[in-house]
Structures are given as C-alpha cells and as structure tokens.
C-alpha cells in the first residue's frame, strides 16, 4: 500500500486547512487509517484515527473539537480537516494505514511521507 499525503503549507492562526491522504496499491476500504504529526525537534505523536467503515473515530486530546477526520472508499483517500489552527500544531503530518487502529504507531504497517504545516503567529 502507498500513502500519498498533500494539502500542507502555511496559514495563520485561527485559519483551517485540509489534509488529504490518497492510498493506491491494496484494499484501502478494509484499512484503518491514522494521521500522526512531527513537531519540529519532538516525537512523533498521535493526532487521529478512523476505522475502515468510518467510525468509531477517535483524536489527541490536543485536537479535539478542532480537527475531523473522514474518508471516501469510493476514491481511496482520508482526510484531515483542521479548523482554528494554532501555531503548536506546526508539524509535518503522516498518513497511516493498517489493520489495527489506535493511537501508537506500531498499530500502523504502511506511512506516507508526511506533509508539512506552518502555522504562523
């Protein structure tokens, strides 16, 4: 499976921006599919997941109330609607895809390649 992940770059705080992650190369209805993020200098951290039908769905309680995530099997991709963005969310983000789903990465067998966000001040 092969994650392509696009939709990043800079915006201010308080501005939303939507991340797709485009899957080719398997079965990506069966999947669960999980964004991470980088903060520059920090680990990688858990920011959501959604399971192969749509639901359940969980996030980081950084996120919560401000960031949704979706999908279309129709089209093979999840997407990640970020809304009142704040400088702290400056990552890169990764799309994952497995058959496990939860908030670690080692629920996750497949990653893309990670999308940047700036969020400026």
């Known amino acids: 499976v092969q994650l392509q992940a696009s939709g990043g770059g800079l915006v201010q705080a308080g501005g939303s921006l939507r991340l797709s992650c485009a899957a080719s190369?398997?079965?990506?209805?069966?999947?669960?599919m999980g964004w991470f993020r980088q903060p520059p200098g920090k680990e990688r951290e858990f920011v959501g997941f959604?399971?192969?039908?749509?639901?359940?769905?969980d996030y980081a309680d950084s996120v919560k109330g401000r960031f949704t995530i979706s999908r279309d099997n129709a089209v093979n991709t999840v997407y990640l609607q970020m809304n009142s963005l704040k400088p702290e969310d400056t990552a890169v983000y990764y799309c994952?895809?497995?058959?496990?789903?939860?908030?670690?990465?080692?629920?996750?067998?497949?990653w893309g390649q990670g999308t940047l966000v700036t969020v400026s001040s």
């Open positions: 994952a895809a497995g058959i496990w789903y939860g908030g670690y990465t080692g629920n996750y067998d497949y």
């Open positions: 190369g398997g079965t990506f209805s069966r999947l669960h």
């Open positions: 959604i399971s192969w039908s749509g639901g359940p769905t």
